[in-house]
């Protein structure tokens, strides 16, 4: 499995960082364990500790202020390094022609904005009274829209 960095926060759409970072399927994953176990079986460790600066993975492994874990950018499966609260984005490579451009991500989070606008209006108006009944009822409207 081979990985590739795809931006930075810097340079990425804002929303995409935020809906990554807080999505519910988010993973925190140790320095340790990400940098020598998981980072080299990506093909990305030297690449993050020269990008970063780091001369070895014990300085990276031992740095309190990196975060490391597993997400969804723009709904296509990552890893990343919050280093200095900069996110640094890898996704494997055959998903790296999915990865849009600002533009293109825009229109996303607006699409993404106006789904959720409506499913809103609609659970407002029939009150479903459980998680179950809710559940249920975002099964049934993504059977009838496919959202």
Not at 104 to 132: N, T
Request: aromatic letters at 10%.
């Amino acid at each position: 499995m081979s990985h590739v960095f795809v931006t930075s926060c810097v340079n990425a759409n804002g929303d995409d960082i935020n809906e990554m970072m807080d999505s519910p399927l988010r993973q925190d994953l140790s320095t340790s364990n990400f940098i020598r176990k998981i980072a080299p079986k990506l093909g990305i460790d030297k690449h993050i500790l020269e990008n970063l600066g780091y001369d070895t993975k014990d300085f990276f492994a031992n740095d309190w202020a990196l975060t490391c874990g597993k997400s969804f950018y723009q709904g296509i499966p990552c890893y990343f390094v919050q280093h200095s609260r900069i996110e640094h984005i890898y996704v494997d490579k055959k998903d790296y022609e999915k990865v849009l451009g600002k533009t293109d991500a825009k229109e996303r989070q607006i699409r993404i904005s106006a789904i959720q606008d409506d499913l809103d209006e609609i659970f407002s108006k029939l009150k479903p009274s459980s998680d179950k009944e809710s559940y249920k009822l975002a099964q049934k409207i993504h059977q009838e829209y496919k959202y």
